[in-house]
């Protein structure tokens, strides 16, 4: 196991469309899940936060996504929307790949994803709220998406000590 570093924000590997998992990379994957958790762990004791990373931020374009729910990972293999409830809210967020930096987003409050898991079953999750808007996040990695993409108003952006100091909530953790 080992932390790997963290592509950054303005690296082209961010932008590209990641490739789906077969099942015979499932060993390749075990190794690259827990790689990924054991860096969100690291990000965590850095910066105080943090909840999910796609391989695209470890330089891995293949549709994997790594959370940490109440310190446990969860991985999803080849993970995708199957429905939301079509109401949008506005969501604080923050990335890996840009971690001093934080705005507002708009999101679904309400997913249902389906995904692998690492035995290969198919397994289907409803998330709402804090946890519909990081699944929608870590998603959109996987084809290319920024959350800064998704940034109406500019003047949300924010540090995180402003972050911090401001707009903290405990939940969002
Ligand atoms: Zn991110």
């Known amino acids: 196991m080992a932390v ?9 590997v961010l932008r590209q469309p990641s ?8 060993e390749e994957v075990r190794e690259l899940a827990r790689d990924m958790f054991e860096t969100l762990m690291d990000f965590r004791q850095q910066y105080g936060y943090g909840r999910g990373i796609a391989a695209p931020q470890v330089g891995v374009n293949l549709r994997v996504v790594v959370m940490a729910l ?3 990972p ?6 995708r929307i199957l429905r939301h409830n079509g109401k ?7 990335c890996f790949s840009c971690p001093n930096l934080w705005f507002q987003v708009e999101r679904y409050n309400q997913v249902t994803v389906e995904y692998r898991d690492m035995d290969w079953q ?7 709220d804090g946890l519909a808007e990081l699944m ?6 996987l084809d290319g998406r920024q959350a800064i993409d998704l940034v109406k108003d500019t003047s949300s952006f924010c540090t995180t ?13």
Not at 19 to 26: C, F, G, M
Not at 88 to 94: A, C, P, R
Not at 122 to 128: C, D, H, I, S
Request: aromatic residues 8%; charged residues 30%.
């Open 74 to 79: 969860l991985i999803m293999i080849n993970p």
């Open 19 to 26: 490739r789906p998992v077969e099942q015979s990379q499932l």
């Open 161 to 173: 000590d402003e972050y911090f100091s401001r707009h903290w909530q405990d939940k969002e953790r």
């Open 70 to 72: 109440d310190g446990k």
């Open 4 to 12: 790997r570093p963290i592509i950054q924000l303005g690296n082209p």
């Open 122 to 128: 198919l397994r289907v999750t409803e998330a709402q």
């Open 88 to 94: 949008k809210e506005l969501f604080w967020d923050s």
């Open 136 to 141: 929608q996040h870590e998603l959109d990695h």
